[in-house]
């Protein structure tokens, strides 16, 4: 139905199909009740919201995203637990992931992680 691209151009130059693949993804995700996935850059970002979860929840949620996740790719989360600052650079230090970002607004802390 679609061209397919050349073998040597990556998917990202595609505007097209990108689109196409980006509402396939959001209208899944968001049929399964599932956390978002989205493509910036030819890297896949997951996000995971874990607003109103206590502690140790949100950061299980983002040890099992980032499990199913490949090399590379991104997880963002929102929290709202005040005690998940503490534990999401504590685990991305042992873990080895590099925490991209770390901001509070309004009550919700929101973490990028990229996972190594």
């Known amino acids: 139905m679609f061209p397919s691209p ?3 151009a990556p998917l990202y130059c595609w505007p097209f199909q990108y689109t196409v693949i980006r ?3 959001a209208a899944c995700s ?3 009740g599932i956390s ?3 493509y910036r850059w030819g890297r896949v970002v997951k996000e995971v919201d874990a607003r109103g979860l206590s502690c140790p929840l949100p950061l299980l949620k983002a040890k099992q995203a ?3 996740m490949q090399r590379g ?3 963002r989360v929102l929290a709202t637990d005040p005690g998940s600052v503490r ?3 504590a685990f991305a230090e042992q873990a ?3 925490l991209l970002e770390s901001t509070q607004q309004d009550g919700v802390y929101c973490y990028r992680l990229r996972k190594n």
Do not use: M, Q, T, Y
Request: glycine content about 4%; hydrophobic content about 40%.
């Open 6 to 8: 050349p073998r040597s």
């Open 23 to 25: 509402r396939v993804v």
């Open 30 to 32: 968001e049929a399964a």
């Open 66 to 68: 980032l499990n199913a």
């Open 96 to 98: 080895g992931h590099e």
């Open 73 to 75: 790719d991104e997880l």
């Open 36 to 38: 978002r996935k989205f």
């Open 87 to 89: 534990d999401f650079r």
